[in-house]
């Protein structure tokens, strides 16, 4: 570095450098280049511009060489990098991405960077292959071929529609609480002890428990939500039959909303959920006592989205049961603890589906009624 460069800016580079650093989103060697261009206009020494700018002096050196030589767009811009062509053609590419899309080798459950790698070079020219350069480039077009998601895929029709918007109209409906809105479900769940006793918190230390538990059996959560005001309530049994599905109906009627006229019912379509477990459960006229305060409306098959009470389940599982509870009434008492703070609270699910935004979202998912029979 024989050549001293020295920095002459005029005052509209100043101004422009000054405006650079005071404000807006920039990389971070750009505003660099800015505080060594000034410095040096100010007749610090390069040793000093170094230190307070926390760079190497061949970048002062090379900033100021820059402007000397060109000007300061030129000193401020970052230069092209040399770096390797990319291993992968265009054509080579697209037979990545077709790979990874289709079915993984016989034996292997799905296809990994190795598997990849290795069916490259089997495809092409290629001697090798690093599993970054397959990372890289499945990264680029969005590709995770070793992950998947669940997901149930509907048959849509005509009778798919309907239940759908007759649900989310329910769910729009004005209030009325002599016409109530209860959403309903069954949720399995495990009674799980613990075989040592846990070792609690301290500071420093997190909570530990062995990895061992046992299995004190499975009991049954009936859940119900009123979809217009903030209440719900869970009911655990022993058993999910269609007998328990009419007790639980009757007491919806008779002890939870005694007053109503009607209660709509949102249900999914489990063979227990069904008017016959009423009259299978209680003399006929007991049953059709109730049945005229019961109105169900059931949600499509797969969509059991739609029943709003689902969302409820979630919040209980990841607020209450998200850890081991091995005894029944202790597993009662929590639910009860839960329950009793939710509904004080006013906990409400804000449902934003409506019939409109179906339509709109789910357009082509609709039957056209233009196509000639």
Known sequence: MNVRYRVEL????????????SGGTHAARK???????????????DEDIAISVAVGGSTVYRTKRRFVEGNLQAALIEEPRPGAERKLSGKEEALLVATACSNPPEGRAR????????????????ENLSRETVRRRLAENHLKPWRKEMWCIPQIDGSYVARMEDV?????????PR?????FDESPTQLIGEARQPIPAAPGQLERYDCEYRRNGTVNLFVFLDAHRPWRKVKVTDHRTARDFAHCMRELVDVHYPQADLLRVVLDNLSTHS????????PAPEA??????????YVPKHASWLNMVEIEIGVLRGQCLDRRIGERPRLVAEIAAWEEQRNAAGARVKWMFT??????????AYPDTTKES
């Open 10 to 21: 005029s005052q509209d580079e100043r101004d422009e450098l000054t405006a650079l650093l």
């Open 31 to 45: 505003l660099k280049r800015a505080q060594i261009l000034l410095a040096a206009d100010a007749g610090a020494g």
């Open 111 to 126: 296809w990994t960077l190795e598997l990849l790698a290795g069916a490259m070079v089997t495809l092409t020219e290629h």
């Open 168 to 176: 989310l109209d329910l769910y729009a409906e004005t209030p009325d």
């Open 179 to 183: 016409r109530p809105v209860v959403c």
């Open 275 to 282: 008017a016959g477990a009423l009259y299978e459960a209680f």
């Open 288 to 297: 059709r006592r109730l049945l005229r305060r019961l109105e169900f409306h």
């Open 355 to 364: 019939t409109e935004r179906a339509r709109a979202k789910l357009a082509r």
